[in-house]
Every structure is written in C-alpha cells, then in structure tokens.
C-alpha cells in the first residue's frame, strides 16, 4: 500500500520556521523525484519545491527562493522542507507528491502519489 505522510505544519508567527516532512512507503522512493506543493483557500494548487530522485538537482518557485530548501533521505524514504522567513501568504496546506520524471517536476497530471497534506498557518 503506497503512502505519503506529511507532518509538521502547525502555526507560526511570521518570520518563523518550519520544517515539513514526508514519509513515503509502498513505492521505490529513490526512483521518484519529490515535490512540495501548496493549496490556499480558493486558490489552485502550485509547486513550491522539487528534488530529484538522486538529490542532484532542484527546483523552487520565486516565491520562496532564497527562504525555503528541499531536501531528501533516501535511506529514511523521506523528503523534506525548510521553510524559513514564513510569510502570511505562505499559509496554505502543503502537500508532497511523487512523480517518475525529473521532467515532469511541474507537472500535476502526471504525478503518481499524493499525501493527505499538513495545514501551514503563518500570523501577521
């Protein structure tokens, strides 16, 4: 049974931190790339952050270059997210998803798994 479980999200002052996870089991985590996206209320969702399978390479939106950083533990089958200098629009439920291609990174159709998401409150 394939899963992804985020954890981590939670409310935060702005200008804060937070690290998300995600923890994903049933698949062979190291042949897919990750991804962090987010949805907020009456918004589509959008790709905050991509990693390849290997870690070599990755890729973020301008909204949260410079604040935020992906990483991945392939041994521990888990990708995570950096969020530093948090924003009020920042908040939204973030989600982390897999997909085969690198290729595709920006691609939602074609993703393969998706988890649940984790609420991300950022206070003015």
């Known amino acids: 049974q394939v899963q992804l479980v985020e954890s981590g999200g939670g409310l935060v002052q702005a200008g804060g931190s937070l690290r998300l996870a995600c923890a994903a089991s049933g698949f062979t985590f190291g042949n897919y790339a990750m991804s962090w996206f987010r949805q907020a209320p009456g918004k589509r969702r959008e790709v905050v952050a991509g990693?390849?399978?290997?870690?070599?390479?990755?890729n973020y939106a301008d909204s949260v270059k410079g604040r935020f950083t992906i990483s991945r533990d392939n041994g521990k089958k888990t990708v995570y997210l950096q969020m530093n200098g948090l924003k009020p629009e920042d908040t939204a439920v973030y989600y982390c998803?897999?997909?085969?291609?690198?290729?595709?990174?920006?691609?939602?159709?074609?993703?393969?798994?998706w988890g649940l998401g984790t609420q991300v409150t950022v206070s003015s």
């Open positions: 998803g897999a997909v085969r291609k690198w290729s595709d990174i920006r691609t939602m159709k074609n993703y393969d798994y």
């Open positions: 990693i390849s399978s290997t870690g070599d390479n990755t």
